[in-house]
């Protein structure tokens, strides 16, 4: 079973809009990290921002913000004032314990197209 | 800054062919990994290790080996490539186990001919 979807592969935003790209996952621990990165058309990754499962505050990094709902296991990645540079593809990603390894899944993602 | 230099940009083989992808990171990181990224189908983890020497499956293993003699030295090893192994592959790093954020290499477009 997929454990991070991302439903949207593309999105497109006008620029300085704010624009939110979707992540639910699954899993049945109680202790678990959520990551979003970003991959420009150069192919580096590019950590934007990480929610722990305990915290209570939604993470928050300058325009990124991670709109966490335990509940709905979503943490939607929050762009604000969008520029032509957040033209990407984005990533969610959790930290997951398996057979005592920890190690990081992560959904097929989206590509975000900001538009002048 | 961390860096994750890895040793090829763009790489092409044949079929049957032994290939060595090359990882280095200069943070004394105690974690490395190796992902394969294709279209639609996002990241997927093939090996990882959490020590010198240490190696552990990740979820595609199958035709892929890895070595960790040095402590910031990860090689990814195709034993015999196949067309269905032309992928980019990514190399990451990380020190921190509880919130895992990897620093990745710019990544290696392998074509297997």
């Known amino acids: 079973a997929q454990k991070i979807t991302q439903t949207q592969p593309g999105m497109f935003v006008q620029e300085k809009e704010a624009v939110t790209l979707d992540c639910t996952y699954d899993?049945?621990?109680?202790?678990?990290?959520l990551f979003w990165y970003k991959q420009p058309s150069s192919g580096e990754m590019i950590f934007l921002i990480y929610q722990g499962s305990y915290d209570e505050q939604n993470a928050t990094e300058g325009r990124y913000s991670l709109n966490f709902q335990k509940a709905r296991k979503s943490a939607n990645l929050v762009i604000s004032a969008s520029q032509l540079g957040d033209s990407a593809m984005y990533f969610c990603?959790?930290?997951?314990?398996?057979?005592?390894?920890?190690?990081?899944?992560f959904g097929k993602g989206t590509k975000l197209t900001v538009n002048p | 800054d961390v860096k994750v230099t890895q040793s090829s940009r763009y790489l092409v083989k044949r079929t049957g062919e032994k290939v060595f992808l090359e990882c280095v990171q200069d943070m004394d990181h105690e974690n490395m990994f190796w992902y394969r990224q294709d279209p639609g189908l996002g990241l997927r983890l093939i090996y990882f290790?959490?020590?010198?020497?240490?190696?552990e499956k990740g979820d595609i293993p199958e035709g892929y080996s890895v070595s960790r003699e040095k402590k910031e030295r990860f090689s990814l090893i195709l034993e015999s490539a196949s067309t269905n192994q032309t992928s980019m592959y990514l190399c990451a790093s990380s020190q921190d186990w509880m919130n895992e954020k990897l620093f990745f290499g710019s990544g290696t477009q392998l074509s297997v001919l």
């Open positions: 290790s959490y020590d010198v020497k240490m190696k």
């Open positions: 990603a959790m930290r997951e314990n398996e057979g005592g390894s920890e190690k990081l899944v």
């Open positions: 899993t049945s621990d109680q202790s678990y990290g």
